[in-house]
């Protein structure tokens, strides 16, 4: 497979002749470099057509002002030493600076090893530099290419807000070569693939450069906009014809396990102009009962973790990794400033001993407490079951919805009636005083608005998700033109005052 080089991913990528360089003159590195290793990158300067092994600049995509930096594999294995470090650090500043979202295409053999370990500390800085890129509020995005390795997947490569991988890239932190000459067996397989870091929820989607352009526009186009509030649009009119707090629980709660009833993902394919799913928790794990995507709900951009019940085993509904997944979300919110919508559709959290010894309960609450906290507007949408600890991590937002034969209760109505009268035969009776059901929940306080079923989701999904869709677009743009400090404070009084 023949692979593009830098000068040829930035032109591919970038809108056509937008691209404008940033590089000077290599810096020496202190202390001065001896005649060998100066020969070695006069013929890598020959053999690439570059100076070092990082290019930086910037240029538009889709009429987009972007920073990008990028390896240059022919350059000495793209392998970072002082001057290499200094030009990529000097770009992420600027981009800072400048306020641009960074781009980032590595290709790498990692730390340069003619320079050794002084070039190996300059991981530091290139970190330090990414981070306060993205603590400015910043989208910084990776694109992994054929090969990256060592220091460079372990810096740079491994912090992007959202991360992709080349088609058939071998990536991975130690280079295979220099496994087996130090352990003297092959390392094993299909390991060190864009593929397989997918598979394990590493990288969030593998992609040829020919699509970069278009997804890179897509991400950008949510994730920058919180950069820009919408204007407000007209509330729609979506409450029940009747709330009584005296309806039939256990009606409702017949009719959110209806299995044709609509779920996240209906949600998201019927209501949303914009969906880009994320994988797993990036860091190695990944649950399929939960959805991360970034979207837009009408002007609204938003990051949304969905339970998705129809992707939840009813043995291990949901596991920790589903709620590690969820605090990705969290994170990516608070630090892009993005709206947070948040799905709960969950017969309850995993039960076993696999979700024990993955920390369930903590992860409970560590979600609560992020998503309690979280310094950007937020969503809660209770489309179904809520069921449990695993329902509430996802609830404490600043506007909570519910869907007319939405609910949420503390554990299953039959466990709550197994507790009680030592049978589940009474789930229906407990239900009713536990007070779970959705005109209950807003009675209390716990919702803050109800939505509509015309008599029943099921019976009307297109519909009723529409209708889902403009109110999630009409309270996130509310939310977004509201001073932070007020909602925060809101939020928090909120929470502190429900029960009595
Ligand atoms: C990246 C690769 C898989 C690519 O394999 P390929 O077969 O395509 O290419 P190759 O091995 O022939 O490499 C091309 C040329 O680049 C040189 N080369 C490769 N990596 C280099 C490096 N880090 N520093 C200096 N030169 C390097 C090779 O010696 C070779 O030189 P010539 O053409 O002259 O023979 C392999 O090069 C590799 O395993 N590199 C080492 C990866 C690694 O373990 N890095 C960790 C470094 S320590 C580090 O980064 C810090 C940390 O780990 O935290």
């Given at each position: 497979?023949?692979?593009?080089?830098?000068?040829?991913?930035?032109?591919?990528v970038l809108d056509e002749g937008s691209y404008l360089s940033w590089d000077t003159?290599?810096?020496?590195p202190a202390g001065g470099i001896s005649d060998a290793y100066a020969a070695e990158?006069?013929?890598?300067?020959?053999?690439?057509?570059?100076?070092?092994?990082?290019?930086?600049?910037?240029?538009?995509?889709?009429?987009?002002?972007?920073?990008?930096?990028?390896?240059?594999?022919?350059?000495?294995?793209?392998?970072?030493?002082?001057?290499?470090?200094?030009?990529?650090?000097?770009?992420?500043?600027?981009?800072?600076?400048?306020?641009?979202?960074?781009?980032?295409?590595?290709?790498?053999?990692?730390?340069?090893?003619?320079?050794?370990?002084?070039?190996?500390?300059?991981?530091?800085?290139?970190?330090?530099?990414?981070?306060?890129?993205?603590?400015?509020?910043?989208?910084?995005?990776?694109?992994?290419?054929?090969?990256?390795?060592?220091?460079?997947?372990?810096?740079?490569?491994?912090?992007?807000?959202?991360?992709?991988?080349?088609?058939?890239?071998?990536?991975?932190?130690?280079?295979?070569?220099?496994?087996?000459?130090?352990?003297?067996?092959?390392?094993?397989?299909?390991?060190?693939?864009?593929?397989?870091?997918?598979?394990?929820?590493?990288?969030?989607?593998?992609?040829?450069?020919?699509?970069?352009?278009?997804?890179?526009?897509?991400?950008?186009?949510?994730?920058?906009?919180?950069?820009?509030?919408?204007?407000?649009?007209?509330?729609?009119?979506?409450?029940?014809?009747?709330?009584?707090?005296?309806?039939?629980?256990?009606?409702?709660?017949?009719?959110?396990?209806?299995?044709?009833?609509?779920?996240?993902?209906?949600?998201?394919?019927?209501?949303?102009?914009?969906?880009?799913?994320?994988?797993?928790?990036?860091?190695?794990?990944?649950?399929?009962?939960?959805?991360?995507?970034?979207?837009?709900?009408?002007?609204?951009?938003?990051?949304?973790?969905?339970?998705?019940?129809?992707?939840?085993?009813?043995?291990?509904?949901?596991?920790?990794?589903?709620?590690?997944?969820?605090?990705?979300?969290?994170?990516?919110?608070?630090?892009?400033?993005?709206?947070?919508?948040?799905?709960?559709?969950?017969?309850?959290?995993?039960?076993?001993?696999?979700?024990?010894?993955?920390?369930?309960?903590?992860?409970?609450?560590?979600?609560?407490?992020?998503?309690?906290?979280?310094?950007?507007?937020?969503?809660?949408?209770?489309?179904?079951?809520?069921?449990?600890?695993?329902?509430?991590?996802?609830?404490?937002?600043?506007?909570?919805?519910?869907?007319?034969?939405?609910?949420?209760?503390?554990?299953?109505?039959?466990?709550?009636?197994?507790?009680?009268?030592?049978?589940?035969?009474?789930?229906?009776?407990?239900?009713?005083?536990?007070?779970?059901?959705?005109?209950?929940?807003?009675?209390?306080?716990?919702?803050?608005?109800?939505?509509?079923?015309?008599?029943?989701?099921?019976?009307?999904?297109?519909?009723?998700?529409?209708?889902?869709?403009?109110?999630?677009?009409?309270?996130?743009?509310?939310?977004?033109?509201?001073?932070?400090?007020?909602?925060?404070?809101?939020?928090?009084?909120?929470?502190?005052?429900?029960?009595?």
């Amino acid at each position: 497979m023949t692979r593009l080089n830098a000068l040829e991913l930035v032109d591919i990528v970038l809108d056509e002749g937008s691209y404008l360089s940033w590089d000077t003159t290599p810096v020496q590195p202190a202390g001065g470099i001896s005649d060998a290793y100066a020969a070695e990158l006069e013929a890598a300067a020959q053999k690439s057509g570059v100076d070092e092994s990082i290019i930086t600049g910037e240029g538009t995509i889709a009429g987009r002002r972007v920073a990008v930096i990028a390896g240059e594999f022919r350059f000495l294995a793209g392998s970072i030493g002082v001057a290499a470090a200094e030009r990529l650090v000097d770009a992420i500043e600027r981009a800072t600076l400048e306020g641009l979202p960074l781009l980032a295409g590595p290709a790498s053999g990692g730390t340069r090893m003619q320079e050794g370990t002084i070039a190996f500390l300059s991981m530091v800085k290139i970190t330090n530099a990414v981070i306060a890129h993205r603590k400015a509020g910043l989208p910084y995005l990776v694109y992994l290419r054929h090969p990256t390795t060592g220091g460079v997947f372990a810096s740079w490569g491994s912090l992007g807000h959202v991360t992709v991988a080349e088609p058939g890239s071998l990536i991975g932190f130690l280079g295979p070569r220099v496994f087996e000459a130090i352990y003297g067996e092959k390392f094993p397989e299909n390991v060190q693939t864009g593929e397989n870091l997918h598979k394990m929820g590493i990288v969030d989607a593998v992609i040829g450069p020919e699509r970069i352009a278009g997804t890179v526009s897509r991400v950008l186009d949510v994730l920058m906009g919180a950069k820009e509030v919408p204007s407000s649009v007209p509330d729609p009119d979506t409450a029940p014809d009747s709330v009584d707090p005296n309806s039939d629980a256990w009606a409702a709660i017949t009719s959110s396990r209806r299995p044709e009833r609509p779920g996240v993902r209906d949600l998201l394919r019927t209501a949303a102009n914009t969906v880009l799913p994320l994988n797993g928790t990036g860091e190695g794990e990944k649950d399929p009962g939960l959805l991360l995507a970034l979207a837009k709900f009408g002007s609204a951009p938003c990051i949304v973790l969905g339970q998705d019940r129809f992707r939840q085993d009813s043995r291990e509904p949901m596991g920790p990794a589903a709620l590690r997944e969820a605090r990705r979300g969290m994170r990516l919110a608070a630090e892009l400033h993005l709206p947070l919508v948040t799905v709960i559709d969950t017969p309850g959290a995993a039960l076993s001993k696999e979700a024990e010894e993955g920390g369930i309960a903590g992860e409970i609450a560590r979600s609560l407490a992020d998503l309690a906290n979280l310094d950007a507007p937020s969503v809660s949408l209770i489309l179904g079951e809520g069921s449990g600890g695993g329902a509430l991590a996802l609830i404490p937002t600043d506007r909570v919805l519910s869907a007319e034969h939405g609910w949420l209760s503390p554990l299953p109505p039959e466990g709550a009636s197994a507790i009680v009268h030592r049978t589940t035969e009474r789930a229906a009776e407990m239900a009713q005083s536990q007070g779970v059901h959705a005109p209950m929940l807003q009675a209390n306080g716990v919702v803050d608005r109800i939505i509509a079923e015309h008599s029943d989701a099921s019976d009307e999904p297109l519909d009723f998700v529409a209708r889902v869709g403009e109110t999630l677009e009409y309270e996130l743009i509310s939310l977004m033109r509201e001073p932070s400090a007020r909602r925060l404070a809101r939020r928090m009084d909120r929470y502190r005052g429900l029960g009595i």
